[in-house]
Nanobody, 118 residues
């Protein structure tokens, strides 16, 4: 059974930091491009950051560039998102995502709430 389980969300004041984790199981983690996405009510889910299968390439949304860092540990099948200098507009449900373009398979986690108070 494929599982993507996010953790680390919560309530933090503006300027603070959080570290999200996503524990993966049920598929070959190192063969998948991983990413973090976020969504607020009434808005479409948006890409926050992605990382290549071996971690050599990353991509960030302009709104988080320089504040967030995505990383992965293929030995532990875990994806991370270090979020610094958080802003109220970062408030959202954050989702872990896995995709293998060759196999045309994609998976989503259940999401974790991040709330940044001003």
């Amino acid at each position: 059974e494929v599982q993507l389980v996010e953790s680390g969300g919560g309530l933090v004041q503006a300027g603070g930091s959080l570290r999200l984790s996503c524990a993966a199981a049920g598929f070959t983690f190192s063969n998948y491009v991983m990413g973090w996405y976020r969504q607020t009510p009434g808005k479409e889910r948006e890409m926050v950051a992605t990382i290549s299968s071996l971690g050599g390439a990353t991509d960030y949304a302009a709104s988080v560039e320089g504040r967030f860092t995505i990383s992965r540990d293929n030995g532990q099948n875990t994806l991370y998102l270090q979020m610094n200098s958080l802003k109220p507009e970062d408030t959202a449900v954050y989702y872990c995502h896995a995709i293998n373009y060759l196999l045309e398979r994609t998976y989503w986690g259940q999401g974790t709430q991040v709330t940044v108070s001003s």
